[in-house]
């Protein structure tokens, strides 16, 4: 079984408190145009209208080599975690990359490639198989930005 993990909540909360991003800066704030703005907390599309973050974030516990920071988009007021089992509503393109990560938050070569979003969950229990990957990032297929992380339940 696999669990689809937002960006956990205590974190979302220092950004939407203002605090300094993964690049030292206060997250921009923006009114949603309710297209392809996915909120990596609900892991919901932000509506038209909403106000919303932009900013970079880490999605590891450390620099390092291989912890990229990337653009991200969250609800700028609290919201709640989404996640779960079912493929969240925030993957609506037609493909993602999906890549292994091991338990030194480095990648696990050979475990990267691009998905259709249909196939994630087959896709990410089967890299979770493996003893080397501790967990899988789904990030965007076209711009690589971070989506969400998914991990063993």
């Known amino acids: 079984m696999i669990r689809f993990t ?7 909360r220092t950004y939407q408190q203002g605090s300094a991003d993964a690049n030292g800066q206060i997250p921009e704030r923006h009114v949603s145009d309710g297209e392809g ?18 900013l970079a974030h880490r999605p590891f ?4 080599p291989y912890a990229e920071i990337g653009p991200i988009f969250l609800c700028a007021d609290p919201c709640a975690p989404g996640g779960g089992q079912a493929s969240p509503l925030v993957l609506d393109s037609p493909d993602y990359i999906t890549r292994g990560y091991g338990p030194d938050d480095r990648i696990v070569y050979g475990t990267g490639a691009v998905t259709p979003t249909v196939q994630i969950p087959t896709r990410a229990a089967s890299l979770l198989s ?8 789904v990030r965007s297929a076209r711009n690589n930005c971070y989506q969400l992380r998914i991990d063993r339940e």
């Open 37 to 54: 703005n996915p909120c990596r907390h609900c892991l919901q599309m932000i509506p038209k209208g909403a106000d919303m973050l932009i």
């Open 130 to 137: 493996d003893p080397r990957v501790a967990y899988v990032h």
């Open 6 to 12: 937002p960006i956990p909540t205590e974190t979302v």
């Open 61 to 64: 516990p450390a620099p390092q």
